[in-house]
């Protein structure tokens, strides 16, 4: 079974309006972390934010937020004020600590295109 | 501080040759990953050490891939002999497991099999 879901293959978004990233994750492991990587055209790959399980509150840095519902086992991305910069593939991973070795696995990412 | 390095950043070899790939990691970085990218795709896990040892190595084809990172501190993953499947970006990445932080990662090694 894939450990992370991105069924977005692509997103438009207008300049300065806000878009959602979906992203799901299947473990068994109590323990486990959330990240979201920005990889533009150039390749590298870019952190943008993280969510532990037992986080409380959902994370947030500067225009990233992430809509962690555990029940749900989501942790969607929400870029606020989309820029023409933000144009890349994003990318959701998770890393089991206890029963995954600490392992960091990916989705299949979603390229998200922002239109002036 | 410096980042990840790796090289070479580019790498054309025909099939059936042998490649290796170099990663630096971020000084003080105990646990270091390898990823294959290929083209379209999110990477792949292909190895985890911690310092010199390897946490996991199940999605390392290891008929033909191998990868070993002495005293600790700098990794090598070679291919031999390559096929055309294995043309890919070629990810290395480290992180600090004490500070529970992100995974920080290189450039890549874009690698073609022709």
């Known amino acids: 079974a894939q450990k992370i879901t991105q069924t977005q293959p692509g997103m438009f978004v207008q300049e300065k309006e806000a878009v959602t990233l979906d992203c799901t994750y299947d473990?068994?492991?109590?323990?486990?972390?959330l990240f979201w990587y920005k990889q533009p055209s150039s390749g590298e790959m870019i952190f943008l934010i993280y969510?532990?399980?037992?986080?409380?509150q959902n994370a947030t840095e500067g225009r990233y937020s992430l809509n962690f519902q555990k029940a749900r086992k989501s942790a969607n991305l929400v870029i606020s004020a989309s820029q023409l910069g933000d144009s890349a593939m994003y990318f959701c991973?998770?890393?089991?600590?206890?029963?995954?070795?600490?392992?960091?696995?990916f989705g299949t990412g979603t390229r998200l295109t922002v239109i002036p | 501080e410096a980042g990840v390095a790796q090289s070479p950043r580019y790498k054309i070899i025909e099939k059936r040759q042998s490649v290796a790939f170099w990663c630096n990691p971020i000084?003080?970085?105990?646990?270091l990953y390898w990823y294959q990218q290929i083209l379209g795709q999110g990477p792949k896990l292909l190895i985890q050490?911690?310092?010199?040892?390897?946490?996991?190595d199940s999605q390392l084809p290891k008929d033909r891939f191998s990868a070993e990172r002495l005293k600790g501190v700098d990794s090598t993953l070679k291919i031999q002999p390559a096929k055309l499947e294995d043309s890919a970006v070629y990810l290395c990445?480290?992180?600090?497991?004490?500070?529970?932080?992100?995974?920080?990662f290189g450039q890549g090694t874009r690698l073609t099999v022709v």
């Open positions: 990445a480290s992180r600090n497991r004490v500070m529970n932080t992100e995974a920080f």
């Open positions: 473990t068994s492991d109590p323990s486990y972390g």
């Open positions: 969510q532990g399980s037992y986080d409380q």
């Open positions: 991973a998770m890393r089991e600590d206890q029963t995954g070795a600490n392992n960091l696995f």
């Open positions: 000084s003080g970085h105990a646990t």
């Open positions: 050490f911690q310092n010199n040892g390897v946490v996991d």
